[in-house]
């Protein structure tokens, strides 16, 4: 049973430009949420997204967007990349959309702006 | 505002010796608390939850953090530490719109 998985592993973007982050959740699960860790920090929630909708959001400007397809894989995008943008993006799913549930977590995308 | 504290950014302990890492909440209703763990270059991996019920809960690899309601606090501990042990580990609350927040980590040090 494949856990959480996501890509690209690295990525190397410059000022200004768009990204497109990949997760694909547990076998089982739902629920996807997307977090930014920045370097010595702990996960800053961005959003999750559970029936293809977003239910919840965090404190992060229109620029990050996101996306649920059908089969519970979730896509993370971030447009007009800033320096500040660069952290190690993880991808976490769960159950039934609820704050009960433990989250499983991917080894993360790191992301470097230059 | 609904937040966690790790007031220890780094915790030193003996190997054999017991472990205890605190974490502190403020959150409106009853909380839903987790430990979990971050190895290097990894992803963090689940340790331990509270929801309800008895206030010492028991998690993986030994682990066990002790639901204060009184002193909003839920430390994870550990009676004998292992070098393996060695690990960032962060504290996490679900806030009233059912969002996860995250401390900022402790990094624990285990010492042969």
């Known amino acids: 049973d494949a856990g959480v998985t996501q890509s690209p592993t690295h990525l190397i973007k410059t000022r200004g430009q768009q990204v497109t982050l990949r997760c694909s959740p547990k076998?089982?699960?739902?629920?996807v949420s997307w977090y930014q860790q920045a370097l010595g920090q702990g996960p800053q929630f961005i959003f999750q997204y559970y029936e293809e909708e977003e239910r919840q959001r965090g404190n992060f400007p229109d620029r990050f967007s996101g996306h649920q397809f059908p089969n519970y894989s979730s896509e993370l995008n971030v447009n007009a990349l800033l320096l500040g943008d660069s952290a190690l993006y993880l991808c976490?799913?769960?159950?039934?959309?609820?704050?009960?549930?433990?989250?499983?977590f991917g080894p993360g995308t790191r992301l470097t702006v230059t | 505002a609904q937040s966690v504290a790790q007031p220890e950014d780094q915790v030193n302990v003996a190997e054999g010796n017991p472990l205890t890492v605190k974490c502190t909440y403020s959150?409106?209703?009853?909380?839903?608390l987790f430990w979990y763990v971050q190895y290097p270059n990894r992803g963090l991996q689940f340790l331990l939850k509270?929801?309800?019920?008895?206030?010492l809960v028991k998690g993986s690899y030994g682990f066990e953090a002790e639901f204060n309601k009184s002193q909003t606090s839920f430390h994870l501990k550990k009676p004998s530490a292992l070098v393996s042990d060695s690990a960032l580990y962060f504290c996490a609350v679900r806030d009233g719109d059912d969002k996860i927040i995250f401390g900022k980590g402790t990094r624990l040090h285990i010492l042969p």
């Open positions: 976490a799913s769960s159950r039934g959309g609820q704050g009960r549930y433990e989250q499983y």
């Open positions: 959150v409106s209703g009853n909380p839903y």
């Open positions: 509270y929801i309800t019920g008895d206030n």
């Open positions: 076998s089982g699960h739902d629920t």
